[in-house]
């Protein structure tokens, strides 16, 4: 399972620390950084694979695309992650999108859990939760609503209130070769 060729590690391991520093600083991660790493992910693996190469290449863009998609129409996060994690699925493919998913939620989830106890938000958090199990429900106009997430980022107390998400992939995508790396299948 884990990737024979070492380029398509390091290449993703430098954006994602570059998205995290970004995510964490502003709360922002750059088209300037995942369109081309997104394009350059699916030409690496035409050259590399061919046609063979491009279908794993767009699967994986298209995995790394979905699974944020939807928490994105909620307002639950910025496009900016959405296209940092089909960028990466432009380089890893399905499987390994798919793995540092998991272990990208995950670490959000431990920080969320750590940014509830510090910041004893609890109610604004429950108060959020239904928010989106509203917007969930209805699938109405709610929907796509992008103001929220801007509104949250100009903030003061936005640290204490939002997870980078960017950094979470990183970490993420670390562990996620860390344990491929010690348990190799």
């Given at each position: 399972?884990?990737?024979?060729?070492?380029?398509?590690?390091?290449?993703?391991?430098?954006?994602?620390?570059?998205?995290?520093?970004?995510?964490?600083?502003?709360?922002?991660?750059?088209?300037?950084?995942?369109?081309?790493?997104?394009?350059?992910?699916?030409?690496?693996?035409?050259?590399?694979?061919?046609?063979?190469?491009?279908?794993?290449?767009?699967?994986?863009?298209?995995?790394?695309?979905?699974?944020?998609?939807?928490?994105?129409?909620?307002?639950?996060?910025?496009?900016?992650?959405?296209?940092?994690?089909?960028?990466?699925?432009?380089?890893?493919?399905?499987?390994?999108?798919?793995?540092?998913?998991?272990?990208?939620?995950?670490?959000?989830?431990?920080?969320?859990?750590?940014?509830?106890?510090?910041?004893?938000?609890?109610?604004?958090?429950?108060?959020?939760?239904?928010?989106?199990?509203?917007?969930?429900?209805?699938?109405?106009?709610?929907?796509?609503?992008d103001e929220r997430f801007e509104g949250e980022i100009k903030r003061s107390d936005r640290r204490r209130r939002m997870v980078p998400f960017a950094a979470m992939v990183a970490i993420g995508l670390i562990g996620t070769y860390l344990w491929l790396w010690a348990n190799p299948s």
């Amino acid at each position: 399972m884990f990737p024979a060729p070492l380029t398509p590690v390091i290449v993703v391991l430098v954006a994602a620390l570059i998205a995290a520093v970004t995510d964490v600083w502003k709360f922002k991660v750059y088209n300037t950084l995942t369109l081309p790493l997104l394009v350059s992910g699916l030409i690496y693996h035409t050259i590399i694979g061919g046609s063979q190469g491009l279908a794993s290449s767009v699967t994986g863009l298209l995995c790394g695309f979905a699974i944020l998609f939807f928490l994105y129409l909620l307002g639950g996060m910025g496009a900016g992650d959405v296209k940092l994690m089909a960028a990466i699925g432009a380089w890893m493919g399905m499987p390994l999108t798919y793995y540092i998913f998991v272990a990208s939620s995950l670490a959000a989830g431990v920080y969320a859990i750590i940014l509830l106890v510090m910041s004893r938000t609890l109610g604004d958090t429950w108060v959020n939760f239904q928010i989106l199990w509203i917007r969930l429900a209805t699938m109405g106009r709610h929907l796509g609503n992008d103001e929220r997430f801007e509104g949250e980022i100009k903030r003061s107390d936005r640290r204490r209130r939002m997870v980078p998400f960017a950094a979470m992939v990183a970490i993420g995508l670390i562990g996620t070769y860390l344990w491929l790396w010690a348990n190799p299948s």
